[in-house]
């Protein structure tokens, strides 16, 4: 697996900065109505309870912390940042959803 390399929207950076200066990435399992399961990247705007499985990295002032299972396939994964007031989110774009079997 290569290692994602990550690019953070200065607007996202400057929203993360406001809340404490983490982003986690990660994948959150989704049950499907029939039975089924996906992994999906999520990024996260705080540092994850327990550290343990993420590797922590250092970007332009942020504490990143990556899921040693997020898999990005060399490609870049973009942080991004939408909506508006209170009801802003994090995106993540450049990372395939996986699938939910081992």
Do not use: C
């Given at each position: 697996m290569t290692a994602p390399r990550?690019?953070?929207?200065?607007?996202?950076?400057?929203?993360?900065?406001?809340?404490?200066g983490a982003l986690t990435l990660r994948y959150s399992t989704r049950h499907g109505c029939c039975g089924g399961s996906a992994?999906?990247?999520?990024?996260?705007?705080?540092?994850?309870?327990?550290?343990?499985?993420?590797?922590?990295?250092?970007l332009d002032g942020l504490d990143l912390y990556v899921g040693k299972d997020f898999a990005a396939s060399g490609c870049e994964v973009r942080v991004g940042l939408e909506g508006f007031w209170k009801w802003r989110r994090l995106t993540v774009d450049g990372v395939e959803i996986a699938s939910g079997r081992d």
């Open positions: 990550i690019a953070v929207s200065e607007e996202a950076k400057q929203w993360l900065r406001s809340r404490g992994e999906l990247p999520v990024a996260d705007p705080e540092a994850p309870a327990e550290t343990e499985g993420y590797e922590k990295h250092r």
